[in-house]
């Protein structure tokens, strides 16, 4: 669905990401990790056509990305739910018109839709949270309102950008679970994360790939993860 053959990417002069080939075939986990500032938000951004590649060849969808105008993108960025590493909440509106922002800018009024975004909430565990506004919810909280609005238009793909960070053991546990019943439904996921005992237990739930961005390289993390 997302595939990317000898990608670079560079913001300025040196290059950040060099030779990087992916493929999010459906029903994949991969999780991507490397040092602070490596390039995983910058590669994720490559993913969902936020950034244009400066060489190689990214396709999505079977299409390639440099034949994909700004219709194009606008639908294809429906197939690919991103949670990104801020959230990015309107913080003005409540949890559940954030929720449902997707489906308004898509054309679709929510109120058609009230049934399903109440189960989504519900799955999120937000239900009792739908009305408060973002500045009110607990990190744990944000994250699971982030991962619903990222599902709301049920895309084939889920990018998260560190969904994890600064929530506690817990938390992250039941955020992973989310994402792996997601990926048990067939969507392909991939998670940006430092964590490595997030990835350590993935693995015991899921057939998990672990990429690591090494020297402006994309390579299989050891064998110890
Ligand atoms: N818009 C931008 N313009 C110039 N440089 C940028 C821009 N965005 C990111 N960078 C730089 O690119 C490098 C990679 O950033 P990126 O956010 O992709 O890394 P990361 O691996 O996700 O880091 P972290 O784990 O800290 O979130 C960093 O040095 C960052 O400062």
Same mark, same amino acid.
Request: charge should be neutral; charged fraction near 20%; aromatic fraction near 4%.
């Given at each position: 669905?997302?595939?990317?053959?000898?990608?670079?990417?560079s913001?300025?002069?040196?290059?950040?990401?060099?030779?990087?080939?992916? &493929?999010?075939?459906?029903?994949?986990?991969?999780? %991507?990790?490397?040092?602070?500032?490596?390039? =995983? &938000?910058?590669?994720? =951004?490559?993913?969902? @056509?936020? %950034? =244009?590649?400066?060489?190689? !060849?990214? &396709? @999505?969808?079977?299409?390639?990305?440099?034949?994909?105008?700004r219709?194009?993108? $606008?639908?294809?960025?429906?197939?690919?739910?991103?949670?990104?590493q801020?959230?990015?909440?309107?913080?003005?509106?409540?949890?559940?018109?954030?929720?449902? %922002?997707p489906?308004?800018?898509?054309?679709?009024?929510?109120?058609?839709?009230? /049934?399903?975004?109440?189960? @989504?909430? $519900?799955?999120?565990?937000?239900?009792?949270?739908?009305?408060?506004?973002?500045?009110?919810?607990?990190?744990?909280?944000? !994250?699971? #309102? #982030?991962?619903?609005?990222?599902?709301?238009?049920?895309?084939?793909?889920?990018?998260?950008? /560190?969904?994890?960070?600064?929530?506690?053991? /817990?938390?992250?546990?039941?955020?992973?679970?989310?994402? &792996?019943?997601?990926?048990?439904?067939? =969507?392909?996921?991939?998670?940006?994360?430092?964590?490595?005992?997030?990835?350590? !237990?993935?693995?015991? !739930?899921? $057939? $998990?790939?672990?990429l690591?961005?090494?020297?402006?390289?994309?390579? #299989?993390a050891?064998?110890?993860?």
């Open positions: 669905m997302i595939e990317l053959r000898g990608v670079g990417y913001y300025s002069g040196d290059a950040l990401l060099s030779d990087i080939s992916l &493929t999010l075939a459906p029903g994949s986990f991969h999780f %991507l990790t490397g040092p602070s500032g490596a390039g =995983k &938000t910058t590669l994720l =951004k490559l993913c969902y @056509l936020e %950034l =244009k590649s400066t060489s190689g !060849q990214v &396709t @999505l969808f079977g299409r390639p990305a440099q034949e994909i105008g219709d194009g993108i $606008a639908r294809i960025r429906r197939r690919i739910g991103v949670v990104h801020d959230c990015r909440f309107l913080d003005h509106l409540p949890v559940l018109d954030n929720i449902a %922002l489906l308004t800018v898509a054309g679709h009024p929510p109120e058609a839709h009230r /049934e399903e975004l109440g189960e @989504l909430l $519900a799955w999120v565990g937000l239900e009792a949270r739908a009305r408060a506004l973002p500045p009110e919810l607990s990190g744990g909280e944000r !994250q699971r #309102a #982030a991962l619903a609005r990222a599902i709301v238009m049920s895309p084939d793909v889920i990018l998260a950008d /560190e969904p994890t960070g600064n929530l506690d053991w /817990e938390m992250s546990l039941r955020l992973l679970t989310l994402l &792996t019943e997601l990926n048990r439904l067939g =969507k392909s996921v991939l998670i940006a994360t430092h964590d490595l005992n997030l990835i350590r !237990q993935a693995k015991t !739930q899921v $057939a $998990a790939r672990v690591r961005i090494r020297n402006r390289h994309l390579v #299989a050891g064998a110890d993860l």
